[in-house]
């Protein structure tokens, strides 16, 4: 088999340049877009003292060594979310971000190891006002580059429709049956319970899975692949174990103000109503990292200056969407690489 010419090579570049235009023509229109309503462009840096600590994400590490030759351990983040909030916390009342972010141990149609991510924030206002945003930005970026539905591996969606709200717990019954809740209590979760529902739905368990794990699982089997069908779907109230960064929903402490949105099964954004209490997210934390150090043998610091900022950062609402997947669904390409103007090699 002949191998596929390098994306540099003049004639593949030729055939990607209309798709990378085309990403230009809706960064702007986004730009413009947030201008419009007074948000500031912010630029976050990529070397951090922490990536983030979700247990299943995983950072590219580095090290600075000091004019005395001291050295110390850094990394490249994988989300500007800890920057952005610390700039929340200093004054800025709105604010995006066109971050490049880097996850290891990702790559495929949908992921690669450097990407763009596109953050932004609104302090005072509720997680509602993030998943309208995200739903003007589908019809900006369909509008932008003349499409009326988008579509990926079979599936299509009309980026102009008023997305679906789902809650997770209506999800797991309508595609699995399973009714979550009954297996969570605030933060506390039976594993036993929904092990049991999800193998009666049909979805394989293991006897060392985690209710995480478990949750994951139908999540992927059963739960996605019925979403972003025909229309957007936003899938609301993420179940509190779900939602490290994101505060208890008033109506039921079971569930978090975590949202994501879907088009065409694949998921785009994900957006919280922020969790600004530093001691319940120094608990979460170490929970998360106490899971990654169970699963992967390693853990990353806490960022603490992070945790300082969160005890004066304003109430607000967020959200991160793959901009590399929105320019995608937009403008028809198999996979984001072939949206980055400079991917990754294969090896």
Not at 159 to 181: H, K, Q, Y
Not at 240 to 249: F, G, K, Q, S, T
Not at 262 to 283: H, I, K, M, S
Not at 285 to 296: D, G, I, N, W
Request: aromatic share 8%.
């Amino acid at each position: 088999m002949t191998a596929a010419s390098p994306w540099w090579t003049p004639r593949v570049h030729a055939d990607r340049r209309p798709l990378l235009l085309a990403r230009n023509r809706i960064a702007a229109r986004l730009r413009e877009r947030f201008s419009a309503e007074d948000f500031v462009e912010v630029d976050p840096a990529a070397l951090q003292v922490s990536p983030g600590n979700e247990a299943h994400l995983h950072a590219f590490a580095t090290e600075q060594v000091g004019p005395d030759a001291s050295r110390r351990p850094l990394y490249l983040h994988t989300s500007p979310e800890f920057a952005c909030k610390k700039l929340l916390a200093a004054g800025e009342p709105r604010l995006f971000a066109f971050g490049h972010v880097f996850r290891n141990r990702e790559r495929g149609a949908l992921h690669h190891p450097e990407f763009t991510m596109l953050e932004w924030y609104r302090t005072g206002a509720p997680y509602g006002a993030v998943m309208q945003d995200c739903a003007a930005m589908l019809a900006l970026a369909a509008e932008t580059t003349g499409v009326r539905r988008m579509a990926f591996r079979g599936a299509e969606a009309d980026p102009f429709a008023a997305p679906e709200r789902l809650t997770v717990a209506e999800a797991f019954s309508r595609f699995a049956g399973i009714d979550l809740l009954a297996t969570v209590s605030g933060p506390e979760t039976d594993r036993d319970a929904l092990a049991a529902a999800a193998q009666a739905a049909g979805v394989r368990t293991a006897d060392d899975d985690t209710w995480s794990d478990v949750f994951s699982r139908v999540l992927v089997e059963r739960i996605e692949p019925n979403l972003g069908l025909g229309r957007p779907t936003l899938l609301t109230e993420y179940p509190a174990a779900e939602a490290a960064l994101a505060r208890p929903a008033a109506h039921d402490p079971r569930v978090a103000e975590r949202f994501e949105l879907y088009v065409c099964r694949v998921e785009l954004a994900n957006g919280f109503g922020e969790l600004t209490d530093p001691a319940e997210q120094r608990r979460r934390f170490a929970a998360e990292m106490a899971e990654k150090a169970r699963v992967y043998g390693e853990r990353y610091p806490i960022d603490e200056d992070f945790l300082a900022a969160l005890a004066i950062m304003p109430d607000a609402s967020g959200c991160a969407l793959g901009f590399d997947r929105l320019v995608m669904l937009a403008t028809g390409a198999p996979a984001i690489a072939a949206v980055i103007w400079t991917p990754m090699a294969e090896t």
